[in-house]
Structure formats: structure tokens, C-alpha cells
């Protein structure tokens, strides 16, 4: 126990207390990750802000199981929708710079929620650890998503016109089919390692 007046602990967490802070913030991550990606926007189609959200609820559920137990198994799942999400990128026109920089703003929602409300177990601040450990699961996001707007891009580019001059709603209704099978996958993983 610390004495009274000392500051906060920078004692390790267990990779539990990790995870059960991640679930306990992530509607403030998923809603800070959204506002900066969507305030670039020109034009905010309600149906790609709607696909997008739900991209970001999917990364950050699968976030506190890539921390736990089941990172092996979840791991692939994560980098599959990073993947996808680098292909949405493309569809949607963007640079390869700027889907780079729509997944970084995972890392500055994860390390702004984190330091604004640390204390997970009572005088426990999340240490170095803890904040490498997300930080290398970013690292991981943003290097499947470069993948996949890569894929896409020479893909449309050899096999048709190039890149589509703007998002359809045939694209993004595809896309959200995907991300829901990949959701599945998700749940499927977990609830079978807790059956």
C-alpha cells in the first residue's frame, strides 16, 4: 500500500485489467476515432459514416481479445478487417497516406482515453507496457490496411477502369456484408474458447 499523498502506481497490469478498461472505454474511443475521421470529410454520406462506425466498433471490441488469451486465434481476425478496411480506402479514392493516417487516429483515441482516465485498479496507472503492447496492435492495423488498399488499387487498376471516381452504395452494402461475416468469425472465436 502507498503512502498517503504519493502519486499514482506505475505498478504492471494483468492483461485482464487491460482488457476490461479497453470494454469500459471503447464507446469513447469508437466516438473520438469517428469525429476525426469524419470531420475531413466533404461530404458526410450517412451510409459510409455508418459502415465506418461500424468498422471502428469491430476493431475496438477485438482489442481487448488480442490482449487476452485468445490473441492467436482473434489476431488474424484483426488483421482481416484491417484489411478490408484498406480496401474500402481505396474504393472510396483516398491516398495511400490517408488511410494510413485514418487508422493512426486509433492510436491517438487509445492513448488520449487512456491518459485521460488511467486509473484502472485503484492507484494503478497504465505503464509503458501497456501502452506499446497497443501501440504494436495499431502498428499491425495500419500495415494489414496498407495491404489492402494496395491489393485493391492494382487490382482495379490491371483488371478494369481504375479507381471508381465515387463510393456506391452497391460497394458499401458489399463491404458491410463482409465485415459482418468477419464479425461472425469474431464471435464464433470467442464464444467457442468460453463454451
Do not use: C
Amino acid at each position: 500500500m502507498q503512502p498517503p499523498g504519493a502519486g499514482p502506481s506505475l505498478a504492471q497490469l494483468d492483461p485482464v485489467e487491460m482488457q476490461a478498461w479497453v470494454i469500459a472505454r471503447s464507446d469513447k474511443i469508437v466516438a473520438r476515432w469517428l469525429s476525426e475521421v469524419t470531420k475531413r470529410f466533404e461530404r458526410r454520406p450517412q451510409q459510409l459514416v455508418e459502415l465506418l462506425r461500424d468498422f471502428y466498433e469491430t476493431f475496438v471490441s477485438i482489442l481487448p481479445e488480442i490482449l487476452g488469451p485468445y490473441r492467436r486465434r482473434v489476431r488474424p481476425v484483426w488483421q482481416e478487417a484491417a484489411n478490408l478496411y484498406g480496401e474500402l480506402a481505396a474504393e472510396r479514392g483516398l491516398v495511400a497516406g490517408e488511410v494510413i493516417e485514418e487508422f493512426q487516429v486509433l492510436r491517438v483515441s487509445l492513448i488520449r482515453v487512456l491518459y485521460a482516465e488511467p486509473r484502472m485498479p485503484p492507484d494503478v496507472v497504465p505503464g509503458m507496457r501497456e501502452v506499446l503492447r497497443l501501440n504494436r496492435l495499431v502498428d499491425q492495423g495500419v500495415t494489414h490496411a496498407s495491404i489492402g488498399y494496395t491489393d485493391s488499387l492494382v487490382s482495379a487498376l490491371v483488371a478494369g477502369p481504375g479507381v471508381p471516381e465515387s463510393v456506391t452504395e452497391e460497394l458499401l452494402t458489399r463491404v458491410a456484408e463482409q465485415l459482418r461475416a468477419i464479425r461472425s468469425e469474431f464471435r464464433d472465436i470467442v464464444g467457442s474458447g468460453r463454451g
